[in-house]
C-alpha cells in the first residue's frame, strides 16, 4: 500500500511540475510532458483520418490543451498489457483539455496497472466546428469504435474497455457510455463530473456551451446524463469533493439516483474537502484515496 502511496504522489507530482513549467522533480527546466507527448506522432492516431491538416493543437501553462484541429488518440502502453484499456477525456468546460493536470498522471498511474491507455483530445465546440456539441460527442464515440476494433496500434489485443472522464470530459464520456445502446464501455469512472445542465445547473460554463442562446427543456434533457441512464448502463465509480465550488455533488446524486433507480451498480465516494480539478487529488488531503478506491473497485470489476 505504501509502494502505490508514493507511485501515486508521485504521479501527483506530475502535474505540479507541468504548472510550474517543468522545473521540479527530475524534469528538466523548460520541458513540457504534454509537448512532448503531443509532438510524439508515433502514438498518435487521428480518429478521422481522412482529415488533410495535421496542425499541431496549442499547449497553455498547466499544459492546458486547445486549438484541436485534427482529434485523434493519444496511445500509452504498459510493458505488460492485461487486455483492458481506459479512454481518458480531461475537462476544461469545453474551451480546453487539462491534459497536463488530469489525463497524464491519470494515464502513468493506469500504465503502472497493466492498462493501455488513449488520451482522447477532442474537438472543442467553440473552435467553430459546425456540429457544435455533437463534435465532441462524434469524437468520443469514434474512439471508442477504433479502440475496440483494433484500428488503433497495439489495441488488437484489447479485451476490455473502460472510460475515465473528468469534470467537462466525465461529460463528455458519461453521455457516450449511456447514449451507446450496442457496445457501451464495460465500466465508467467520473471524477468530479458534470452530470446536468438543466436547472439548478445552468450557470456553468459546459451548461452554457451545450444549451446555447436558446436553451430549452428539450436541449437540458438531452445534454444530461440522468436521463440516458437505463437497465445495462456500464457499472459506474465517481468521485467529488464536498466543498467543489464549480460542479456541486448534489449532480453526482442526481446520477447515482437515476443508477439505483434501474438496478446499475455505482460506487460513490465524497471527501470533505479539495475543491474542483484535484486530478490524482490533493497531496494534503483525502481525494488522494480516489485512485486507490477506484484500483481495489477495478479489481472487483474484473477490469485489472
Known amino acids: 500500500m505504501s509502494t502505490r502511496r508514493q507511485f501515486l504522489q508521485g504521479c501527483s507530482a506530475l502535474s505540479l511540475a507541468v504548472s510550474a513549467g517543468g522545473g521540479r522533480r527530475g524534469l ?11 509532438h510524439d506522432e508515433s502514438g498518435f492516431y487521428p480518429l478521422w483520418p481522412e482529415v488533410g491538416t495535421m496542425e499541431q493543437p496549442r499547449v497553455a501553462r498547466g499544459g492546458r490543451v486547445y486549438g484541436i484541429h485534427v482529434p485523434g488518440l493519444h496511445v500509452m502502453r504498459p510493458i505488460h498489457p492485461n487486455g483492458s484499456a481506459v479512454i481518458i477525456a480531461a475537462g476544461g468546460g469545453y474551451g480546453h483539455i487539462a491534459v497536463g493536470h488530469e489525463a497524464l498522471p491519470a494515464a502513468r498511474w493506469l500504465v503502472s ?22 463534435a465532441p460527442l462524434a469524437d468520443a464515440r469514434q474512439a471508442l469504435h477504433l479502440l475496440r476494433s483494433g484500428q488503433v496500434g497495439g489495441s488488437g489485443n484489447v479485451r476490455r474497455v473502460g472510460f475515465m472522464g473528468f469534470s467537462a470530459g466525465g461529460h463528455l464520456l458519461g453521455l457516450t457510455a449511456l447514449q451507446d445502446h450496442d457496445a457501451p464501455p464495460v465500466l465508467l469512472m467520473l471524477l468530479y463530473p458534470v452530470v ?3 436547472p439548478p445547473f445552468t ?16 436541449r437540458a434533457v438531452r445534454w444530461s446524463l440522468p436521463s440516458h441512464v437505463r437497465d445495462d448502463a456500464p457499472p459506474l465509480f465517481m468521485a467529488h469533493a464536498l466543498d467543489d465550488p464549480i460542479v456541486s455533488p448534489e449532480q453526482g446524486t442526481w446520477l447515482l439516483q437515476a443508477y439505483q ?6 460506487e460513490d465516494h465524497r471527501f470533505a474537502t479539495g475543491g474542483h480539478g484535484f486530478g490524482l487529488g490533493r497531496r494534503n488531503g483525502s481525494t488522494g484515496q480516489w485512485p486507490i478506491l477506484a484500483e481495489f473497485w477495478m479489481r472487483r470489476q474484473g477490469f485489472l
Open 28 to 38: 528538466a527546466r523548460g520541458t513540457c510532458p504534454v509537448k512532448a507527448m503531443l
Open 113 to 134: 496497472l497493466g492498462v493501455t491507455v488513449a488520451i482522447l483530445l477532442y474537438r472543442l465546440p467553440g473552435e467553430g466546428w459546425a456540429e457544435g456539441m455533437g
Open 196 to 198: 446536468s445542465v438543466a
Open 203 to 218: 450557470g456553468s460554463r459546459t451548461s452554457r456551451v451545450c444549451l446555447g442562446d436558446n436553451p430549452t427543456v428539450e
Open 261 to 266: 433507480r434501474h438496478g446499475r451498480p455505482c
